[in-house]
């Protein structure tokens, strides 16, 4: 079973420039997160869909900042323009559905290896 | 907004030394989780703790739930050199949109 792939690993921009990270969750996931983590920092909440159905986007900086999941299966996420701020690695996590996981399993994110964003 | 605080930010320990890591928070947590990532990779959930007080192992790792649910600890024994990496403490509240609040990270090094 393929994992929670994003793309591209690594992107290097200038400030203003515009940058579109994507991840394509496991199949079968409603759940699909964004995280981001600034150098040395804690891993941040960003948004949580379900299905196609933004959920919870309360960990958004900014209007900069733009996440969508067209029919619910792989989501971007859309920087316009890049501030310096914005250089970090962004997580995408896939969970299952709440009914189908259980209470016990609501932990179970499974991460893609994450999108590197340098802004210069 | 909620906090995790993790110490240590790092750690140097010799092959074979056992660890301990610990996250304290000010707010109640229902859910304390333990996640480690490799250099290049994504976190990887290693240990998820339900309740307060729990205790539980995963090979040569274990892990606590506080019973205040404020606080929570990872132990490696034994450690080998595939220990090295950044582990991660996170806490979730039940009943929320299951948004994980993450500590800073632990970064394991194991010396030969």
């Known amino acids: 079973e393929a994992g929670v792939t994003q793309f591209p690993s690594h992107s290097v921009i200038e400030k203003g420039q515009t940058v579109t990270l994507r991840c394509d969750p496991i199949?079968?996931?409603?759940?699909l997160y964004w995280y981001r983590r600034v150098m040395g920092k804690e891993i941040k909440f960003l948004l949580h869909?379900?299905?196609?159905?933004?959920?919870?986007e309360s960990g958004m900086p900014n209007n900069r900042f733009l996440a969508e999941r067209t029919g619910g299966t792989y989501s971007t996420l859309k920087v316009q323009p890049a501030e310096l701020e914005d250089s970090g690695v962004y997580f995408c996590?896939?969970?299952?559905?709440?009914?189908?996981?259980?209470?016990?399993?609501?932990?179970?994110?499974?991460f893609g290896e994450g999108s590197r964003l340098t802004v210069l | 907004g909620q906090q995790l605080n993790q110490s240590p930010q790092s750690m140097f320990i010799q092959e074979g030394e056992d660890v301990s890591m610990n996250c304290t928070s000010s707010?109640?947590?229902?859910?304390w989780l333990w996640y480690k990532q490799d250099p290049g990779e994504g976190p990887v959930l290693l240990i998820a703790?339900?309740?307060?007080?729990e205790l539980t192992s995963n090979g040569r790792l274990t892990a606590q739930f506080g019973i205040t649910r404020k606080d929570s600890f990872l132990n490696i024994s034994a450690s080998i050199p595939s220990d090295v990496g950044i582990y991660f403490c996170?806490?979730?509240?039940?009943?929320?949109?299951?948004?994980?609040?993450f500590g800073s990270g632990t970064q394991l090094t194991v010396l030969p």
């Open positions: 703790l339900y309740k307060a007080g």
């Open positions: 707010s109640i947590f229902n859910t």
């Open positions: 996590a896939s969970s299952l559905s709440w009914s189908r996981a259980g209470l016990r399993r609501t932990g179970e994110l499974f």
């Open positions: 199949s079968g996931h409603d759940n």
């Open positions: 869909f379900v299905k196609e159905s933004k959920q919870d």
């Open positions: 996170a806490g979730a509240v039940s009943g929320s949109a299951r948004q994980l609040t």
